[in-house]
T-cell receptor, first 116, second 111 residues
Framework: SQTIHQWPATLVQPVGSPLSLECTVE??????LYWYRQAAGRGLQLLFY??????ISSEVPQNLSASRPQDRQFILSSKKLLLSDSGFYLC???????????????FGPGTRLTVL | DAKTTQPNSMESNEEEPVHLPCNHS???????IHWYRQLPSQGPEYVIH???SNVNNRMASLAIAEDRKSSTLILHRATLRDAAVYYC????????????FGKGTKLTVNP
């Protein structure tokens, strides 16, 4: 069966510090991968998605970046965090060709980031 | 991506049915209607999806209006574990695979 891992679970970082959040998926090949952010009291915002190694699409221009160095690994980074980067970061994967569950996305447990 | 409209919040009593409405008046013929829910401090989870016909699974039922401009997610017997934010999302077949989450409906289940 497929599983998705995210780490760390929680993170407190000072403003201006770098960030690296990692997401890995097991049990599937060539998944679509997604990074979402949920600010406190708000809905989910898609940040990046990837359909393959080295292929990243950005949804919102900001100080964050994403990379996909391996098929099942997705990394979210920042060189300098802002206060507004605080939130709940979720990684998700999907397999387009799953028959009945067209485009079902499976979400990881999330990383709660607080920037002080 | 086409937009959906949902009530901000709804309340239900435990073991009673819950009908969560969603309006999508600008839906196109290739848009699937997906429902996800997000429990507190967790990532969203898929609930159900449909195109034209009503759908049932172990979690819920999805009733789709004949003109497809609205749909209703039905929880047949609400439990306290069903308290969550429910999102109605349109996904275009053959288009972008992105999910565009709105604000959803926060469901409160009273014991």
């Amino acid at each position: 069966s497929q599983t998705i891992h995210q780490w760390p679970a929680t993170l407190v970082q000072p403003v201006g510090s770098p960030l690296s959040l990692e997401c890995t998926v097991e049990g599937t090949s060539n998944p679509n991968l997604y990074w979402y952010r949920q600010a406190a009291g708000r809905g989910l915002q898609l940040l990046f998605y990837s359909v393959g190694i080295g292929q990243i699409s950005s949804e919102v221009p900001q100080n964050l970046s994403a990379s996909r160095p391996q098929d099942r690994q997705f990394i979210l980074s920042s060189k300098k965090l802002l206060l507004s980067d605080s939130g709940f970061y979720l990684c998700a994967w999907s397999d387009l060709y799953t028959g009945a569950n067209y485009n079902e996305q499976f979400f990881g447990p999330g990383t709660r980031l607080t920037v002080l | 991506d086409a937009k959906t409209t949902q009530p901000n919040s709804m309340e239900s009593n435990e073991e009673e049915p819950v009908h969560l409405p969603c309006n999508h008046s600008t839906i196109s013929g290739t848009d699937y209607i997906h429902w996800y829910r997000q429990l507190p401090s967790q990532g969203p989870e898929y609930v159900i999806h449909g195109l034209t016909s009503n759908v049932n699974n172990r979690m819920a039922s999805l009733a789709i209006a004949e003109d497809r401009k609205s749909s209703t997610l039905i929880l047949h017997r609400a439990t306290l574990r069903d308290a969550a934010v429910y999102y109605c999302i349109l996904v275009t077949q053959g288009g972008s695979e992105k999910l565009v989450f709105g604000k959803g409906t926060k469901l409160t289940v009273n014991p």
